[in-house]
T-cell receptor, first 112, second 116 residues
Framework: QKEVEQNSGPLSVPEGAIASLNCTYSDRGSQSFFWYRQYSGKSPELIMFIYSNGDKEDGRFTAQLNKASQYVSLLIRDSQPSDSATYLCAVRRTDSWGKFQFGAGTQVVVTP | DADVTQTPRNRITKTGKRIMLECSQTKGHDRMYWYRQDPGLGLQLIYYSFDVKDINKGEISDGYSVSRQAQAKFSLSLESAIPNQTALYFC???????????????FGPGTRLTVL
């Protein structure tokens, strides 16, 4: 079992709709959770981080964390063609401060 | 100017050749990382360094070595390149924020390496 799992997609989303991405992790010692966006051939860039249970909103993005169920999700509201990218979930463990474990990523395609 | 730079950006080499990928950063971060990315596999950690004298193996260090020449420079070497090392390589940095739950990693632009 991979430590961090994501559906590879592609997730096809109509423009203006909500994209919902999920990420599950296996290590209960995980402490912080990050969502990165990566355009094809480019480097990952941070969208959001979350470390407390519940929701965290930033503009059109909402991260949701449920440590008991060991999942973290990302919602993209009012999806735009520029949101078409691969979204990487990253998890940091308490006992390995500074080391991240990345999921394989979910490809999102926003269709006009 | 970019905060994290990588050279070269693209490299094609032959099996058995020694290759060095270089990373430099102007962010003043202590921590530096090397990842490789293969399609469908996400980012895999090769080596990481928490300061100049602290270098650690990651998940897939076999066939690779590193050198932390200074706080700002972290090089990755492939002593004898093989075709399955063909991948996209990223350098990343992060700050040391004691007691903080948040320490974002900042990525360089990547080096696309092809081993024939």
């Amino acid at each position: 079992q991979k430590e961090v799992e994501q559906n590879s997609g592609p997730l096809s989303v109509p423009e203006g709709a909500i994209a919902s991405l999920n990420c599950t992790y296996s290590d209960r010692g995980s402490q912080s959770f990050f969502w990165y966006r990566q355009y094809s051939g480019k480097s990952p860039e941070l969208i959001m981080f979350i470390y407390s249970n519940g929701d965290k909103e930033d503009g059109r993005f909402t991260a949701q964390l449920n440590k008991a169920s060991q999942y973290v999700s990302l919602l993209i509201r009012d999806s735009q063609p520029s949101d078409s990218a691969t979204y990487l979930c990253a998890v940091r463990r308490t006992d390995s401060w500074g080391k991240f474990q990345f999921g394989a990523g979910t490809q999102v395609v926003v269709t006009p | 100017d970019a905060d994290v730079t990588q050279t070269p950006r693209n490299r094609i080499t032959k099996t058995g050749k020694r290759i060095m990928l270089e990373c430099s950063q102007t962010k003043g971060h202590d921590r530096m990382y090397w990842y490789r990315q293969d399609p469908g596999l996400g980012l895999q950690l090769i080596y990481y360094s928490f300061d100049v004298k602290d270098i650690n193996k990651g998940e897939i260090s076999d066939g690779y070595s590193v050198s932390r020449q200074a706080q700002a420079k972290f090089s990755l070497s492939l002593e004898s390149a093989i075709p399955n090392q063909t991948a996209l390589y990223f350098c990343a940095t992060s700050d040391r924020l004691a007691g903080s739950s948040y320490n974002e990693q900042f990525f360089g632009p990547g080096t696309r390496l092809t081993v024939l």
